[in-house]
């Protein structure tokens, strides 16, 4: 990698923006609002802890299906950037957990917090500030959840809504990049 352009780029057509793990969030979240729906809210929270688990690999295949590299260049240093934010962000899992013991909706609405800040640092990743917006409407959809009362089912079902929504959008910016330069 020659500067941070060039990594940037790498990281964004590698991903497809970055959508496909979007799109793949927003589906685990509402597979949880399912489980919590149709069982318990136990249900609901442990869905999300072990989907969760599968969102990187999951993407990656499907990346892969729709013809997309589905990986980033073994140089490119943002990688490791991508990595330390996944650490980061499954080290904040167990205090999210921790307050389900207090009110179950507050899990999911400390987890929507969590993603939060992990998408802000997309940002940088992918070069988009797009992910500044996804971050912060997160961030504040949590807050006003949690101001609001409202419960998790609600909490799960929006934050899936605006992930698969938010997704659908980056990737459809990704595939008219991809008309646009050939």
């Given at each position: 990698m020659q500067n941070l352009?060039?990594?940037?780029?790498?990281?964004?057509?590698?991903y497809a923006y970055g959508s496909i793990g979007i799109i793949v969030s927003g589906l685990v979240w509402?597979?949880?609002?399912?489980?919590?729906?149709f069982y318990s809210s136990q249900h609901a929270i442990w869905t999300l802890i072990i989907?969760?688990?599968?969102?990187?690999?999951?993407?990656?295949?499907?990346?892969?299906?729709?013809?997309?590299?589905?990986?980033?260049?073994?140089?490119n240093p943002l990688g490791n950037l991508a990595m330390e934010g996944t650490i980061w962000m499954i080290m904040c899992i167990p205090l999210a957990y921790g307050l389900s013991f207090i009110k179950t909706e507050w899990f999911f609405q400390?987890?929507?917090?969590?993603?939060?800040?992990?998408y802000l640092t997309f940002a940088s990743i992918y070069g988009m500030r797009l992910y500044w917006g996804l971050g912060a409407l997160l961030g504040l959809s949590a807050y006003g959840l949690f101001s609001m009362g409202a419960g998790d089912f609600t909490s799960?079902?929006?934050?899936?809504?605006?992930?698969?929504?938010f997704g659908l959008g980056v990737y459809v910016r990704f595939r008219n990049t991809l008309a646009n330069e050939i």
């Open positions: 352009q060039d990594a940037q780029h790498d990281m964004r057509d590698g509402f597979v949880s609002f399912l489980a919590g729906y989907g969760g688990m599968f969102i990187y690999p999951l993407g990656t295949l499907i990346e892969k299906l729709l013809g997309h590299r589905g990986g980033h260049d073994k140089a400390g987890m929507m917090m969590i993603i939060a800040g992990r799960a079902l929006t934050c899936g809504i605006i992930e698969m929504v």
